[in-house]
């Protein structure tokens, strides 16, 4: 059973910087994925990053581009998602999942990490 359980969310001022990690126990696949999303209230789910950890590519949604950056450390099976230039709409609770590489839907989700940012 995979498990995830994410860390690092917390009340920041806009402009300012939050590592998110994510901590995988239970994942005996050598190749997989691992995605963030964030659900801000009372709007839908959103993907924002992907990586890939058989050759550690990456992938931003578009909105967030230049501001978040996924990568991972697989000797400590933590991956992260670092958020630079904070901005109020993305005050959100930031869930980490994973997916096997050959499989487009995301399996087991994190509890998740609050991200508030004021303005």
């Known amino acids: 059973q995979v498990q995830l359980v994410e860390s690092g969310g917390g009340s920041v001022q806009a402009g300012g910087s939050l590592r998110l990690s994510c901590a995988v126990s239970g994942l005996t696949s050598s190749s997989y994925a691992m995605g963030w999303f964030r659900q801000a209230p009372e709007k839908q789910s959103e993907w924002v990053a992907t990586?890939?950890?058989?050759?550690?590519?990456?992938k931003n949604a578009d909105a967030v581009e230049g501001r978040f950056t996924i990568f991972a450390d697989n000797v400590k099976k933590l991956v992260y998602l670092e958020i630079d230039n904070l901005k109020p709409e993305d005050t959100a609770v930031y869930y980490c999942?994973?997916?096997?590489?050959?499989?487009?839907?995301?399996?087991?989700w994190g509890q998740g990490t609050q991200v508030t940012v004021s303005s």
């Open positions: 990586i890939i950890s058989a050759d550690g590519k990456t």
């Open positions: 999942t994973w997916r096997p590489s050959d499989s487009s839907s995301w399996s087991q």
